[in-house]
Antibody, heavy 119, light 107 residues
Framework: EMQLVESGGGLVQPGRSLRLSCAASGFSFADYALHWVRQAPGKGLEWVSGITWDNVIIGYAESVRGRFTISRDNPKTSLYLQMDSLRPEDTALYYC????????????WGKGTTVTASS | DIQMTQSPSSLSASVGDRVTISCRTSQGIYNSLAWYQQKPGKVPRLLIYAASTLQSGVPSRFSGSGSGTDFALTISSLQPEDVATYYCQNSHSGPLTFGGGTTVEIK
């Protein structure tokens, strides 16, 4: 069974940093692009960032550009999101997501990890 | 960045009705558009990719159309289990922006 399991969320003060991790299993991790998508409470989906199978950064949402950094470790089948200078508006459920083999449509989703940036 | 405009933001229809949701992009993205369904409290689910290709396991009452800047998701016969919020997404180039969502309810 294909699985993505996020971890690393929690309560953090504004201005501080947090690193999210995503552990993948059940598919050939090194063959797929991966992404982070977030959803603030009661709001819609926001694509945060993505990275190709060979470590090319697809991009960042304007709202996180310069503060967040995506990375991956293929031998460890893991995806990461380093979040610096966190703001209250970064409060959200963060999903780790895989895209299809031939497009950047998002076909496998984790259950998410919650980040709350608040004093 | 490519802007995504979905309409309507919400709709209410009867069981069996044909429902259409529109998505317009600020620049052409060929057929690189995906549609997702998110039921309350659940993880989003991919319904359609490449504008009109049905994801495996998705009921055939869902269909997608369009190319360039204008796209549509159609539910041919609305069912109670289709109550959800639907999102379009630019899958052409980063950042891979989402539309604002359309909430579908049963009348």
């Amino acid at each position: 069974e294909m699985q993505l399991v996020e971890s690393g969320g929690g309560l953090v003060q504004p201005g501080r940093s947090l690193r999210l991790s995503c552990a993948a299993s059940g598919f050939s991790f090194a063959d797929y692009a991966l992404h982070w998508v977030r959803q603030a409470p009661g709001k819609g989906l926001e694509w945060v960032s993505g990275i190709t199978w060979d470590n090319v950064i697809i991009g960042y949402a304007e709202s996180v550009r310069g503060r967040f950094t995506i990375s991956r470790d293929n031998p460890k089948t893991s995806l990461y999101l380093q979040m610096d200078s966190l703001r209250p508006e970064d409060t959200a459920l963060y999903y780790c997501v895989r895209s299809t083999p031939t497009t950047w449509a998002l076909d496998v989703w984790g259950k998410g990890t919650t980040v709350t940036a608040s004093s | 960045d490519i802007q995504m405009t979905q309409s309507p933001s919400s709709l209410s229809a009867s069981v069996g009705d044909r429902v259409t949701i529109s998505c317009r992009t600020s620049q052409g993205i060929y057929n690189s558009l995906a549609w997702y369904q998110q039921k309350p409290g659940k993880v989003p689910r991919l319904l359609i990719y490449a504008a009109s290709t049905l994801q495996s396991g998705v009921p055939s009452r869902f269909s997608g159309s369009g190319s360039g800047t204008d796209f549509a998701l159609t539910i041919s016969s609305l069912q109670p289990e289709d109550v959800a919020t639907y999102y379009c997404q630019n899958s052409h180039s980063g950042p891979l922006t989402f539309g604002g969502g359309t909430t579908v309810e049963i009348k």
